[in-house]
């Protein structure tokens, strides 16, 4: 059974740094895309980054690039998320997600919360 188990998140001022982790389990990734996504309160879901296992493809919301870096270690199959500069509106849960395709996930993680305060 496929788990992506999301941790890191929690409550930070502005102008500091987090960085999530995605551990991965129960199968093999190798070719999927790993990818973060967030969803505000009120707000709809809204992509974060992506890259592929295999690869060093990345691909990062243009919005949040150059603030924010998606990862992996592969040894420990997982994916990270190192967030710099937060910003009380970067505040929403965070999920990671994999799929075969950068436009179609097929398994998610539960979420953490991250919380930026001004």
């Known amino acids: 059974q496929v788990q992506l188990v999301e941790s890191g998140g929690g409550l930070v001022q502005a102008g500091g740094s987090l960085r999530l982790s995605c551990a991965a389990s129960?199968?093999?990734?190798?070719?999927?895309?790993m990818a973060w996504f967030r969803q505000a309160p009120g707000k709809e879901r809204e992509f974060v980054a992506a890259?592929?296992?295999?690869?060093?493809?990345?691909y990062h919301a243009n919005s949040l690039k150059g603030r924010f870096a998606i990862s992996r270690d592969n040894a420990k199959d997982t994916v990270y998320l190192q967030m710099n500069s937060l910003k009380p509106e970067d505040t929403a849960v965070y999920y990671c997600?994999?799929?075969?395709?950068?436009?179609?996930?097929?398994?998610w993680g539960q979420g953490t919360q991250v919380t930026v305060s001004s």
């Open positions: 997600a994999s799929g075969l395709l950068l436009d179609k996930y097929d398994y």
């Open positions: 129960g199968r093999s990734f190798s070719g999927y895309f």
């Open positions: 890259m592929n296992w295999s690869s060093n493809f990345t």
